[in-house]
Structures are given as structure tokens and as C-alpha cells.
């Protein structure tokens, strides 16, 4: 019996040195108080306008030839009405690659976020980093994303702490 108290003791010890420290972060707050963000959002939003306003040229081209060619087809050869049907298929394939070419999964918007927001995201990566090192966590759980955190308590949010690392207040 005094065998089975004492390993109890020694397995408690053991389990209380080896607690894990861990942090919150809320990824939203932190990246709603840094203006490069917000700079870069705003840049986003205005090539992404640019460019599906493009692609609406074109879609609206597409359909116009559409209707003349509606109106037209009665007076058309076969010849006539096969080559508009071409040139209208043609440009509704124009405005679909260079959809896809802007917003498709690879595409232009995607590159210009990643080009933009990367080095947003590594600084902030590298602030958590530096103050999870300083101060022992082995976990930072971003508290914004869906992660089923039900409560957390103040006292482990670092987000302040985050952004005076990045120089903001």
C-alpha cells in the first residue's frame, strides 16, 4: 500500500512539471488593428473591381453580339450565321479564360493576395513566436477561428501583447 501511495506521488509530481503552458491569440483583432492589412485589403478590393469589371466588358460584348445576331439570323447565310455563332462563342470563351486567369484558383487575385498578406502573416507569426519563447508557451490557439473554444479567460490573451511587439497600440 505504501508502495502504490508513494508512485501515485511520484506519478503527480512528474505530471505538475511537465504542465504546459499555453496563450489565445484573436487573429481578427490583431489584424483589424494592423493598417498594412487594412492597406492591403483596400489594394485587393480595388484590382479585384478593375479586373471583374474587365470581365463584364466582355460578358456584355457577348451577349450584344448575341442580340444582333438574333435579330439579324433571318437575313443571314449559313455561312453568315455559323461564323457570328463562332465569333460570339469565341468571345464568351475570351471572358471565361480571363475570369479564370484573374480569380480562378492559381490566378492573378490569388497571387496579388499572397504576395500581399504573406508578409503580414510572417510578422505576426514571428511576434507570437518571440513572445510564446520568452514566455514558455508550447501552444497558441488563435481564438477567432473555429476551434469550439467555448471560454477563454482574459489573462491568456497575448493579442495586445502581439501587437505592441508589431508597434501598435
Not at 10 to 27: E, H, N, P, Y
Not at 142 to 164: C, T
Amino acid at each position: 500500500m505504501k508502495k502504490i501511495i508513494m508512485l501515485m506521488l511520484l506519478c503527480a509530481t512528474t505530471l505538475s512539471m511537465q504542465a504546459q503552458k499555453f496563450a489565445l491569440v484573436d487573429m481578427e483583432y490583431i489584424l483589424k488593428n494592423v493598417p498594412a492589412y487594412e492597406r492591403a485589403n483596400e489594394q485587393l478590393n480595388q484590382v479585384s473591381k478593375k479586373w471583374q469589371a474587365e470581365v463584364e466588358a466582355l460578358n456584355t460584348e457577348a451577349s450584344t453580339m448575341y442580340k444582333n445576331y438574333q435579330n439579324e439570323v433571318v437575313f443571314l447565310s449559313q455561312e453568315q450565321k455559323k461564323a457570328k455563332q463562332e465569333a460570339i462563342m469565341q468571345k464568351e470563351k475570351e471572358a471565361s479564360d480571363l475570369k479564370k486567369k484573374y480569380f480562378g484558383p492559381e490566378g492573378e487575385l490569388f497571387k496579388k493576395r499572397e504576395s500581399l498578406m504573406t508578409p503580414i502573416q510572417e510578422e505576426i507569426y514571428n511576434a507570437v513566436k518571440d513572445i510564446s519563447d520568452l514566455r514558455g508557451y508550447s501552444l497558441v490557439i488563435d481564438r477567432a477561428s473555429d476551434s469550439g473554444i467555448i471560454f477563454g479567460s482574459p489573462k491568456i490573451d497575448i493579442s495586445n501583447e502581439v501587437l505592441s511587439k508589431l508597434g501598435y497600440n
